[in-house]
C-alpha cells in the first residue's frame, strides 16, 4: 500500500528513469519499479526531515516571478 509522503536518492529516481507517461499512477510505477531494484523501507513514524531548497529550483524560480 502506498502513502501520501515518499522521499528516496535521487540516484533511484535516475537510475529507473524517472516517471512514465501514463494516465494514472506515475508514482505508484516509479515505486513498484523501485522496490524491484533497490533495498526500501517503511518508516511509521520518522522523527525529523530536513528541507532544503536550492537556489536554482522551480518552486523558487516561480514565486520570484509572482512576488
Not at 509522503?5 to 524517472?18: I, W
Amino acid at each position: 500500500m502506498l502513502g501520501p509522503t515518499f522521499f528516496g536518492k535521487r540516484k533511484v529516481f535516475f537510475e529507473l528513469q524517472g516517471f512514465k507517461n501514463i494516465v494514472y499512477g506515475e508514482d505508484t510505477d516509479l515505486w513498484e519499479r523501485a522496490e524491484k531494484t533497490f533495498k526500501t523501507a517503511k518508516l511509521t513514524a520518522p522523527e525529523t526531515y530536513y528541507y532544503t531548497r536550492a537556489e536554482t529550483t522551480i518552486t523558487k524560480t516561480v514565486l520570484e516571478e509572482k512576488g
